[in-house]
């Protein structure tokens, strides 16, 4: 079982910047792969990025790509989200995912455990 807790999102003008962080619980955080995602009211949930178990191969939504920055530190069993340049529209809930036998890593349903989601956002 792993428990994953997103830190606050908060509230940044456009062309602001945020992090988010998502600690998990458990010892065996780097046999996962990390993902976030992101959901605004009446749309699905969809893929912004993810990191591979080591940390050497991370996978970004083409919405956020140079843009936003997914890393982890297993150490401290935690996952970040650096997003850079925030538009209005990178306002949603953001969610952490964690997956031991992640297929295909947009696939929310390939991920086991998932945080409670944290709000952020983007004013205009």
């Known amino acids: 079982q792993v428990q994953l807790v997103e830190s606050a999102g908060g509230l940044v003008q456009a062309g602001g910047s945020l992090r988010l962080s998502c600690a998990a619980s458990?010892?065996?955080?780097?046999?996962?792969?990390m993902g976030w995602f992101r959901q605004t009211p009446g749309k699905e949930r969809e893929f912004v990025a993810a990191i591979s178990m080591s940390g050497s191969t991370t996978y970004y939504a083409d919405s956020v790509k140079g843009r936003f920055t997914i890393s982890r530190d297993n150490a401290k069993n935690t996952v970040y989200l650096q997003a850079n340049s925030l538009k209005p529209e990178d306002t949603a809930v953001y969610y952490c995912?964690?997956?031991?036998?992640?297929?295909?890593?947009?696939?929310?349903?390939?991920?086991?455990?998932w945080g409670q989601g944290t709000q952020v956002t983007v004013s205009s």
């Open positions: 458990g010892r065996t955080f780097s046999r996962y792969l």
């Open positions: 995912a964690a997956g031991l036998e992640v297929v295909t890593v947009a696939n929310l349903n390939d991920y086991d455990y």
